[in-house]
Nanobody, 124 residues
Framework: QVQLVESGGGLVQAGASLKLSCAAS????????VSWFRQAPGKTREFVAA????????YFGDSVKGRFTIPRDNAKNTVYLQMNSLKPEDTAVYYC?????????????????WGQGTQVTVSS
């Protein structure tokens, strides 16, 4: 069982940076693939980024490639989402999710554990 808690959301201007955190409980966090998803009002949940259990590989949605990174610190049971060059279209509730597998999956249904979400608002 893993519990996830996101933090770090807020209101920023376009072009700014923001770093989200996903803190996990559980002794086996290092065996989980962790991803970030986001959902804007009236839109479906969108894959943003994923990191493998070891942190050696990361994957990104097309809309955030080159702007976001997903560092991972297994010693702290935490995965981050570093968001740079933010745009108004990045405005959404951001969720972290975990699945006990080293196979990355971009579909939200593949994830067993979810955080409560954190709001990110980017003003123009």
């Amino acid at each position: 069982q893993v519990q996830l808690v996101e933090s770090g959301g807020g209101l920023v201007q376009a072009g700014a940076s923001l770093k989200l955190s996903c803190a996990a409980s559980g002794h086996t966090f290092s065996t989980y693939t962790v991803s970030w998803f986001r959902q804007a009002p009236g839109k479906t949940r969108e894959f943003v980024a994923a990191v493998t259990p070891s942190g050696n590989a990361a994957y990104f949605g097309d809309s955030v490639k080159g702007r976001f990174t997903i560092p991972r610190d297994n010693a702290k049971n935490t995965v981050y989402l570093q968001m740079n060059s933010l745009k108004p279209e990045d405005t959404a509730v951001y969720y972290c999710a975990a699945r006990r597998s080293d196979a990355t999956n971009y579909a939200s249904l593949a994830y067993d554990y979810w955080g409560q979400g954190t709001q990110v608002t980017v003003s123009s």
